[in-house]
T-cell receptor, first 113, second 112 residues
Framework: EDQVTQSPEALRLQEGESSSLNCSYT??????LFWYRQDPGKGPEFLFT???AGEEKEKERLKATLTKKESFLHITAPKPEDSATYLC??????????????FGKGTRLSVIA | DAGVTQSPTHLIKTRGQQVTLRCSPK?????VSWYQQALGQGPQFIFQ???????QRGNFPDRFSGHQFPNYSSELNVNALLLGDSALYLC???????????FGQGTRLTVV
């Protein structure tokens, strides 16, 4: 069974204090790994897709990396507006369009000014 | 470009009632997936619609059903509501299920 585990469950940072969020996964044939940001009561907002080990993507203060067993979301010099829940999801298998996203429970990030 | 839109945004229903939630996909997308997100949990896959047919289904009872229309919009129906059905219901659209999924803002369903 495909599984995604995110850690830590919650993270509290001072503004400017860089850190990393972890996403460990087990999947039968990774098609893609996705990071989303979710604000309270809102739908997830797409951030990144990673397809193969060694791939990295960046957007502003965020950088996502991927290995064969886990992904990291690095946050450099975070600001209070980065406070949100960050969700990791995997899409498994190679059947065209037949594989739903499997999500972790998320990491709740709080950045304190 | 309008993104994924869902209606209504909030809904309160009584146990045993039926509810219909609606979703319009992002322009250019033809695949709609529905997810249920309980408080403090990640979204759980309910089912996916493509070409007006249910293509895949998650581990949800038959009380959960759906429909996709020719314009790719979709509905989620839940019959015989239980208190445990209270959650944020999310619609996501993509192109043929193979591209990044974009989510709507969700419908918050409360069953009392």
């Amino acid at each position: 069974e495909d599984q995604v585990t995110q850690s830590p469950e919650a993270l509290r940072l001072q503004e400017g204090e860089s850190s990393s969020l972890n996403c460990s996964y087990t999947v039968s044939g990774l098609r893609g790994l996705f990071w989303y940001r979710q604000d309270p009561g809102k739908g997830p907002e797409f951030l990144f897709t990673l397809y193969s080990a060694g791939e990295e993507k960046e957007k502003e203060r965020l950088k996502a990396t991927l290995t064969k067993k886990e992904s990291f979301l690095h946050i450099t010099a975070p600001k209070p507006e980065d406070s949100a829940t960050y969700l990791c999801a995997v899409q498994a298998g190679w059947d065209s369009g037949n594989t739903p996203l499997v999500f972790g429970k998320g990491t709740r990030l709080s950045v304190i000014a | 470009d309008a993104g994924v839109t869902q209606s209504p945004t909030h809904l309160i229903k009584t146990r045993g009632q039926q509810v219909t939630l609606r979703c319009s996909p992002k322009s250019g997308h033809d695949t709609v997936s529905w997810y249920q997100q309980a408080l403090g949990q990640g979204p759980q896959f309910i089912f996916q619609y493509y070409e007006e047919e249910e293509r895949q289904r998650g581990n949800f009872p038959d009380r959960f059903s759906g429909h996709q229309f020719p314009n790719y919009s979709s509905e989620l129906n839940v019959n015989a509501l239980l208190l445990g059905d209270s959650a944020l219901y999310l619609c996501a659209s993509s192109w043929d299920g193979n591209t990044e999924a974009f989510f709507g803002q969700g419908t918050r369903l409360t069953v009392v």
